[in-house]
């Protein structure tokens, strides 16, 4: 049966890795005749793009899945797919769980898709497709079966025309113990210089001014070629010459590994932002050794003396888990301490959730309490908002530069048609400013003199001045 003109769904949820692989498998399927439908019910094939960092995300994968039913019932010849970090690690389960499902595929296998979905229409129903397990043959041979595909890039999937991520490592060997990803992900290992190069410049070609470097510990990245070591420092300078790109950022960080040479480097490159995100994930060296880190609360406040040394006015953001097993309430608010000693630009916060599979599950009784988990989880987040409130005060009256992404979430919720909208940007150091715009400005780097703040975002007003120089001091 021929794809020409087939209608593809997907829906990604998760980390940016997942944003990218969407991006992917959709160019590859665009290459099949396929085109893009917004709702599953006009859809001949629908994927979903999952992730298992967190017990929620899959609930809610699986309850997505099952309300596909009906639609599979209508549409016998409808396509369904797993692909995705939970896909990995549920491997045949999921067909186990819900039987409908025709295909799973894990996210070094992605670029299986376009011929397993016609192996699925050709009547072969249940096609699998996974990477090998950490213990199921030798080093080479795992790394292999999780690398990603050569990449095939659409723009029209990524978060605006103007911003784009470019994966630089795949997998992560810190092996955590609360973390599913070494074994989703598989070892870590980075991509070759040229490679990576080679698809920032198509990237530039295709319109983008900011790319954003992913890896699971992106600043541990490495590339070894006979006596030639490339780190991420090396990768940025040979990056930062590509005519088009005007900023690079990285995520997600280790602390260890943020070397005074790599913020040297930042701060030396003037197309590299100062906004890093560094997770901590709690501010007690007992809680960190359980979780298995690899660093000490004085690892990380040695590092947050090193950027602020280095790049002084630098953004910083972290990750905080709490209630994991075992975590008392001095040991939480020794986690409230650091986040109030280092003044977070913003911090994801994180209800600890077993993870099946990981080394907290077979060693650590989940013993706190969901209500404990929960009010901890307030707590840090009201500390934590009142610091991101304070310091964006001084930014009231300034001028900051501004990439344009596109109408707000507000602006889309309140269905704003037409030319004018309100409009959303980030500047240099990742705070988010919305104005009354139009959508001419999209993918534009503007001036925007900001007018009022709150705690995630500032408001403001396009300016056509301008940016003054001692914005600079500011990190903006």
């Not at 048609?417 to 959508?439: E, H």
Request: charged share 25%; aromatic share 6%.
């Amino acid at each position: 049966m021929s794809d020409i003109n087939k209608r593809l769904y997907i829906e990604t949820v998760g980390c940016q890795m997942n944003v990218l692989d969407s991006e992917m498998v959709v160019a590859a399927l665009k290459k099949h005749g396929y085109g893009l439908t917004q709702t599953p019910a006009d859809a001949d094939a629908v994927l979903f793009n999952t992730c298992s960092v967190r017990e929620h995300a899959e609930e809610k994968a699986y309850n997505n899945l099952h309300r596909l039913k009906q639609l599979k019932l209508a549409n016998p010849e409808m396509v369904i797919g797993v692909m995705g970090c939970m896909a990995q690690k549920d491997q045949q389960g999921i067909f186990d769980r819900v039987p409908f499902v025709d295909m799973v595929v894990g996210p070094g296998q992605l670029h299986r898709i376009p011929e397993m979905i016609a192996k699925v229409r050709e009547g072969e129903k249940h096609q699998l497709a996974v990477s090998l397990s950490r213990r199921d043959g030798n080093t080479d041979d795992i790394k292999r079966s999780h690398e990603t595909f050569d990449p095939l890039r659409d723009p029209q999937m990524r978060p605006s025309p103007a911003q784009a991520y470019l994966r630089i490592q795949i997998g992560c060997d810190k092996f955590c113990t609360y973390c599913i990803v070494p074994m989703t992900r598989g070892p870590e290992q980075g991509r070759p210089p040229h490679q990576i190069v080679a698809e920032a410049q198509e990237l530039a070609r295709q319109g983008a001014k900011e790319i954003t470097l992913l890896g699971q510990t992106v600043n541990s990245y490495k590339w070894v070629d006979g006596e030639r070591t490339t780190r991420l420092a090396d990768l940025l300078e040979m990056l930062h010459p590509i005519d088009g790109i005007e900023r690079i950022k990285f995520v997600t960080n280790y602390p260890k590994d943020m070397t005074r040479e790599l913020l040297e480097t930042v701060r030396d490159l003037p197309k590299c932002v100062p906004y890093l995100h560094v997770p901590a994930q709690s501010g007690s060296d007992n809680i960190l050794k359980r979780m298995k880190r690899g660093y000490t609360t004085a690892d990380y406040y040695g590092m947050m003396d090193r950027i602020g040394e280095i790049l002084p006015g630098a953004a910083v953001s972290s990750d905080f888990i709490v209630g994991f097993c075992g975590e008392t309430e001095e040991e939480f608010q020794m986690t409230v301490d650091m986040v109030r000693r280092c003044r977070f630009k913003n911090s994801f916060v994180f209800q600890y959730s077993v993870r099946p599979g990981t080394k907290g599950a077979d060693l650590y009784a989940d013993d706190i309490p969901e209500e404990v988990k929960h009010r901890r989880n307030l707590e840090l987040l009201e500390v934590q908002n009142q610091i991101s409130l304070e310091d964006n005060l001084p930014f009231l009256g300034k001028t900051v530069e501004v990439l344009v992404e596109g109408p707000s979430k507000w602006s889309v919720r309140k269905g704003q048609t037409g030319d004018l909208r309100q409009m959303t940007g980030r500047t240099r150091c990742d705070r988010i400013l919305v104005w009354d715009g139009n959508m001419r400005q999209t993918g534009e780097i503007l001036p925007v003199k900001v007018t009022d703040v709150f705690a995630f975002t500032m408001f403001g007003a396009v300016e056509t001045k301008e940016v003054v120089p001692e914005l600079v001091q500011l990190g903006i």
